[in-house]
């Protein structure tokens, strides 16, 4: 079995061209790097150098033995990466989302979860949750698509339904549901980690402006003294933010939006072998989740 270190002067070197520099990057003196290469080609019994007077370069053999070096590599990393996870998750819970109402509403149940639960800060593109539960990163996911292969599974949460909160003057107001239609031409002032629904407002609403906030607490403040717009939804009861922002402004007036676009279906997904790990969470959330 050939040494990390030896594969990695391997690929150093492919990557400088000279021992000087492979032995400066690796911090190593010349000679070691020397001798590494030697054992190589004696334990491999393939000459991996062209040794001319002043002048040190790979053979075809050992440009090919350095790609080799560096796949060998990256995936000794990535194998003890998902070791160090699974162990951890056999401690730690994480859970992952990428739409932030399943978070919203984990945060309100947060005191009754399992100890071992951890939340995230913010959600993530789709791909990255899904990469990471195969990591072992995470053990369960939220997302707004079900995804069923052979190791992971997913179950059906609810509905996220999407709203708007109007000045009670506009006109759209004296209405019981409203379009995304009859939004056009209005500015709004949107939280910047909406997930999905991001690109669901800005192509269903014609030239509508969106200003966008890093600081949720910011929309509580920019509400209270402009009329802009603001989206809620169903899960915004148990947001810490919007319901300070219904009571600052009690001349809103909250309107579903009845487009088949503004309802969202929210999904947990998760690898089949935790499934009995991460179903007393998915239990909790789906029988809190509001209609």
Not at 21 to 43: F, H, I, S, Y
Not at 281 to 287: E, K, P, R, Y
Request: aromatic share 8%.
């Amino acid at each position: 079995m050939i040494e990390n270190y030896l594969l990695e002067e391997l690929v150093v070197f492919a990557q400088t061209g000279t021992l000087a520099k492979t032995a400066a990057t690796l911090n190593v003196t010349q000679p070691t790097v020397t001798r590494g290469m030697q054992k190589l080609e004696a334990d491999w019994e393939v000459q991996l150098f062209d040794r001319q007077p002043n002048r040190l370069s790979l053979t075809p053999a050992g440009e090919l033995a350095a790609k080799e070096a560096a796949t060998l590599l990256a995936e000794n990393h990535q194998a003890v990466e998902r070791i160090r996870n699974f162990e951890r998750s056999q401690r730690v819970l994480t859970i992952a989302t990428t739409i932030p109402g399943p978070l919203v509403a984990l945060r309100h149940i947060y005191a009754q979860l399992p100890k071992s639960v951890h939340l995230p800060n913010i959600s993530q593109p789709e791909t990255q949750v899904i990469t990471g539960l195969k990591n072992n990163n995470y053990l369960l996911g939220f997302s707004n698509h079900s995804l069923t292969t052979e190791t992971i599974d997913s179950q059906l949460i609810g509905t996220e339904h999407l709203a708007i909160n109007l000045n009670q003057f506009m006109f759209q107001a004296n209405q019981s549901t409203i379009t995304f239609a009859e939004l056009k031409d209005l500015s709004f002032v949107v939280p910047s980690d909406i997930g999905p629904w991001r690109k669901i407002i800005q192509a269903n609403i014609p030239n509508a402006k969106f200003f966008y906030q890093e600081e949720r607490a910011a929309l509580t403040e920019i509400t209270k003294y402009a009329d802009f717009p603001y989206f809620s939804t169903n899960i915004s009861i148990f947001d810490a933010v919007i319901p300070q922002q219904a009571a600052a402004n009690d001349s809103r007036v909250c309107l579903p939006i009845s487009d088949a676009a503004a309802q969202m279906s929210i999904y947990a997904i998760y690898l089949r072998s935790q499934r009995a790990r991460v179903q007393p969470v998915i239990s909790q959330l789906t029988a809190m989740w509001p209609n």
